[in-house]
């Protein structure tokens, strides 16, 4: 059975840091495009950043310049060092590992951006 455990969320103050943590059991990460995607309220769920099993990486627009995803292959996790965090960043985030024909998701972490 797959499993995506995603943990780090939480509330933050504007201009304040999060690492998000991916921890996977039943599939192996290397092999797979590993994605964090976020939903905010009202709003359509989007992929933040992404990176792929040779280790190429993209962001989205927003994000540029202050998230950083990273995989730890030993550990079989996938992380997003949040940096510089807006209250636009508040949502729930999802882990995403992607395959040929894979699809699998976590079940979401919160992160909330207050003062």
């Known amino acids: 059975q797959v499993q995506l455990v995603e943990s780090g969320g939480g509330l933050v103050q504007p201009g304040g840091s999060l690492r998000l943590s991916c921890a996977a059991s039943?599939?192996?990460?290397?092999?797979?495009?590993m994605g964090w995607y976020r939903q905010a309220p009202g709003k359509q769920r989007e992929l933040v950043a992404v990176v792929r099993s040779l280790g190429s990486t993209n962001y989205a627009d927003s994000v540029k310049g202050r998230f950083t995803i990273s995989r730890d292959n030993a550990k079989n996790t996938v992380y997003l060092q949040m940096n510089s965090l807006k209250p636009e960043d508040t949502a729930v985030y999802y882990c995403n590992a992607k395959g040929f024909v894979e699809d699998y998701w976590g079940e979401g972490t919160l992160v909330t951006v207050s003062s």
């Open positions: 039943g599939i192996i990460l290397s092999g797979y495009a």
